[in-house]
């Protein structure tokens, strides 16, 4: 396989050495995580979809699902390695269970690309430009999108995420992360199509790149949204309570008294955020005591605090995973976004064994209401999202354009020293770029965050430190693109061009026979 110029081209290589290109699917998953945080090597998402998208030229829908496989192995195997850390080392699973349980849930993800690989060549198998800048990106993401909400999502290393801090992250309040996604497979695309016809690249391809990444960054320059009010003066109190320690009944009294104790440590503040069920009991079971000390330093001090707690109803029969609001405005925001097995046992008769070997306290919430109204504290209406309910765009834009400031509490300590917590605060920022909103993230063992509305962080605590986070915020009013329409523009839009790819295809057919 040879260009115009009869020069050998990348794509050919692995066209005459199958077996090397399997392992290169295998390496190239591999290099898609360190394109996000900790690494940060952020080009990555463009390289590494890239040479996937070479791999995929020329090959049967077989072969094609089986890189895209491998291609999941190790993007979801090294990438979302975490999910070993909280079944065995704090969900207490046998470390053989535990490893059998990741492979699972690893080659279940790894379908993902896999479909795409087998579709992208059953039924749009004329390769060309049209095929790497329209039909690949298009699917690609369609596929993020989808992952995102079947059995209740899982959107993590979305390749939109990678880029919340290049130019690329401009486009997210205009069309979220998918539309960042696509952005950035656009680019893997072109950078697919220069290893085939790189003249043609130089000529065609390259000023189009230029033009995604320059409209990214134009695109982050324009300011939806304004100021409102003063800025706050806002603490997040970091606990750092070990995660073994946290729910023996012994220890209840020393973990308030700590928070408490940190809480008067904080320098003078309007608001101060505790995180997710950092008071380690029901609401009922608390010492009035201490909600009533709460409350006289909410008069006295002028300081509105939103507290992580559990909340049971009076039949004791149901429980939640809540935020609640002490000041002059008390109210009460209940987790709707439960984390399976974490959270509740899903699809129960199928995955009795996984529950029964995972020991982990309160494992059987009921969610919340879908639609709350924000909280208000500190002179702001405060949108709340616990833990991994910040992963989701088009939950947390329903209390906006209301919410002038997004809080999330989390509890981080499950992930213990891997790359989730890090994964997460880039997710925090991607949404504070969609929303124009800046974002307070309170931690247990951290790192504790604040974010401004353009998502850079601007404060943030060492992890696995007590830490008192300090910092100014400034509430925003007004509305994104991406708050008035979320996901619709942009999955309309992948539609759109696998629609025009399957008419290219259908014709190119008809015109053969």
């Known amino acids: 396989m040879k260009n115009q110029t009869g020069k050998k081209t990348i794509s050919s290589f692995f066209a005459l050495a199958p077996a090397w290109a399997d392992a290169a699917a295998l390496v190239g998953g591999l290099l898609l995580p360190l394109a996000f945080s900790p690494f940060n090597l952020y080009p990555l998402a463009v390289v590494s979809p890239a040479l996937l998208f070479i791999l995929w030229r020329d090959v049967s829908p077989g072969r094609a699902a089986w890189r895209g496989f491998l291609y999941g192995v190790g993007m979801f195997g090294l990438g979302v390695s975490w999910v070993y850390v909280s079944m065995h080392q704090y969900g207490n699973m046998p470390a053989p269970l535990a490893g059998l349980a990741v492979l699972l849930f690893v080659s279940g993800l790894s379908f993902y690309p896999a479909a795409l690989g087998w579709m992208q060549a059953r039924f749009f198998p004329r390769p060309g430009l049209l095929h790497v800048t329209v039909t690949l990106p298009a699917l690609w993401v369609l596929f993020e999108w989808i992952r995102g909400w079947f059995l209740t999502g899982f959107p ?32 893997a695309g072109l950078l697919a199509w220069a290893a085939r016809e790189p003249e043609k690249f130089l000529k065609r391809g390259l000023p189009l790149l230029m033009i995604i990444w320059a409209g990214g960054w134009l695109a982050g320059k324009i300011d939806w949204v304004q100021p409102v009010d003063k800025s706050a003066r806002v603490s997040l109190i970091q606990g750092n309570v070990p995660l073994e320690s946290k729910w023996r009944p012994e220890n209840r009294r020393a973990i308030i008294e700590r928070y408490l104790a940190m809480s008067a440590q904080a320098p003078r503040s309007d608001l101060i955020v505790w995180p997710e069920a950092a008071v380690p009991a029901f609401l009922d079971e608390i010492d009035s005591s201490y909600l009533a000390g709460l409350r006289r330093i909410s008069q006295t001090a002028h300081v509105d605090f939103l507290i992580g707690v559990l909340e049971r109803d009076q039949d004791k029969r149901r429980y939640y995973n809540s935020v609640v609001d002490i000041g002059p405005h008390p109210g009460v925001y209940r987790k709707r976004h439960l984390v399976p097995f974490g959270e509740y046992p899903p699809l ?38 616990i833990c991994y309910e910040d992963a989701f765009g088009e939950e947390v834009i329903r209390e906006l354009p209301q919410a002038t400031l997004l809080v999330n509490v989390s509890e981080d300590a499950w992930f213990g020293d891997s790359f989730a917590p890090h994964q997460r605060i880039e997710m925090a920022r991607m949404r504070a770029r969609e929303t124009g909103r800046p974002v307070l993230r309170a931690a247990n063992t951290g790192p504790s965050v604040v974010i401004d509305y353009r998502g850079k962080v601007t404060a943030r605590a060492p992890q696995f430190r007590r830490y008192v986070l300090s910092a100014s915020v400034q509430p925003m009013q007004g509305a994104t693109p991406y708050v008035r329409f979320g996901n619709i523009p942009i999955v309309s839009l992948l539609l759109g061009m696998i629609a025009l790819a399957g008419v290219r295809s259908c014709v190119t057919r008809k015109t053969r026979n």
């Open 156 to 187: 993590w290393l979305n390749l939109g995420y990678s880029q919340v801090g290049s130019f690329l992250g401009g486009y997210a309040s205009l069309i979220g992360v998918y539309g960042v996604s696509l952005a950035c497979a656009l680019s």
């Open 348 to 385: 129960e008769p199928l995955f009795s064994w996984l529950m029964k070997n995972l020991h982990i306290p309160m494992s059987d919430f009921t969610p919340g209401p879908p639609d709350q109204a924000p909280l208000q504290a500190a002179g702001q209406k405060i949108g709340v999202s």
